[in-house]
């Protein structure tokens, strides 16, 4: 089987790695590594797509994945790539925020008998007696090397709090913790988690004579140097109610023809060589790549369901309808007091409010991919993708809305 080292190196993943050795390790036995997820929001988002993809590469490849939920690190907040003092939560959110991880983890992981875990570090820093830690763990910790790492440097000039500070002991604690529980010898990141990685690989060397390794990532950013990730509504979540699947699989399709190939190489499992063949144009052809970019970052957070009905009803609005022909429009210049059952009649999707409301409580109707639930609902700027809404009735039935400027 190849290197899965190999693998994430051709696939552009890999960004810095700790020290030699660490591709012969891959090659020659399962290692179990693992990557931390700090619940600061109720889902995941774009920027942890690649640390989940890369996880899961190296399950395939025969490693053990160990999926850290930040539980009590959140307590503290990373001040990594932060210009301010992060939102304090309440104890009951963090775990609520936890519970949502856990599920979108699993589109990545097998987390089957023997497979991947998944714990939590609020089992271990909840209870910790800050003197003992101190003198067990702060020991080992230079301030002025701490001083040094971008993590704290970029926060200098603005104010560190002591509470961000200790965030690198708490880390390095969490690695030393499970490579006693669970022989864990390497710790995958993001690029801005380079300081904290190496200072957890050094405490198991200080503390376990054991040798650790950490390697790191390249964050996901567009040609232009912006992370990936951002849109006029904000962030793009791993979540379908933060952001439908219609609106992720449009993200991706729209994405600059230069950040093609990358994202592809990065986001899904197809093969480089596809790949490559995919994004060897550089005229209108470009396209191919980025719908089956679209389609295969949507199936894989999703679901393949999700996905098609994404894929379907982008075609149906940009592409001249799902059979080839012209899709209905109709123009409307106000959503003001407008409920969707009315919009259904003046559409003629429906003949009735009663055939309006049968229609949505059988699941037949969604807006833009997005199946619609609530017979009341109003009809608002924000179900509009550019000014344009794809309702699709049943199976083949659609209807553009325009709003006019």
């Known amino acids: 089987m190849e290197n899965v080292f190999e693998v994430l190196s051709e696939r ?15 090659g020659k036995e399962s290692v179990t590594f693992y990557i931390g997820f700090d619940p600061t929001a109720d889902s995941l988002h774009v920027g942890h797509y690649v640390q989940l993809m890369a996880m899961a590469h190296m399950q395939r490849a025969g490693h053990r994945p160990v999926a850290l939920i930040g539980g009590g690190t ?49 089992d271990w820093l909840l209870g910790l007696n800050y003197i003992e830690f101190l003198r067990d763990i702060g020991v080992h910790f230079s301030v002025n090397r701490m001083l040094t790492a971008e993590c704290y440097k970029n926060r200098m000039e603005k104010g560190l709090t002591f509470l961000e500070f200790n965030y690198m002991l708490m880390q390095a604690y969490d690695f030393l913790v499970l490579h006693k529980k669970h022989g864990c010898k390497l710790q ?12 957890g690989a050094d405490l198991i060397r200080r503390k376990q ?10 964050l996901l950013l567009t040609s232009d140097g912006r992370k990936m990730g951002k849109t006029e509504k904000g962030a793009v979540w791993l979540d379908p109610k933060k952001t439908s699947p219609y609106d992720f699989y449009q993200y991706w399709r729209n994405v600059a023809d230069s950040d093609v190939e990358k994202c592809l190489s990065l986001l899904t499992f197809l093969p480089i060589e596809q790949i490559k063949q995919l994004c060897s144009y ?28 994404a894929k379907e009803a982008a075609e149906a609005l940009f592409e001249g309808g799902a059979q080839g022909g012209s899709v209905p429009e109709t123009v409307i210049t106000d959503t003001e007091d407008l409920l969707l059952l009315d919009l259904l009649q ?20 969604s807006i833009n991919g997005v199946k619609i639930t609530d017979e009341f609902l109003k009809v608002t700027a924000d179900l509009f993708d550019n000014g344009e809404m794809m309702i699709k009735k049943g199976k083949k039935v659609y209807h553009k809305i325009r709003l006019a400027p």
């Open 12 to 26: 552009g993943f890999v960004k810095q790695v700790t020290h030699e050795g660490l591709a012969d390790l891959l």
């Open 74 to 122: 959140t307590m503290i907040g990373d001040p990594s790539g932060k210009a301010d003092l992060r939102k304090m939560l309440s104890a009951d959110d963090i775990a609520r925020n936890a519970e949502a991880f856990k599920k979108q983890i699993g589109r990545f992981l097998d987390f089957g008998e023997g497979k991947a875990l998944m714990v939590n570090n609020a």
């Open 188 to 199: 995958l990141g993001g690029d801005d988690q380079w300081s904290n990685i190496l200072a």
């Open 209 to 218: 004579r054991s040798e650790a390794f950490g390697m790191t990532f390249t």
């Open 282 to 309: 550089s005229d209108e052809r470009i396209n191919t790549a980025k719908v089956a970019l679209a389609y295969e970052v949507t199936a894989q957070v999703h679901g393949l369901e999700e996905a098609n009905n």
């Open 346 to 365: 003046s559409c003629a999707l429906a003949s009735s409010r009663g055939e309006g409301r049968r229609l949505i409580a059988q699941g037949g109707l």
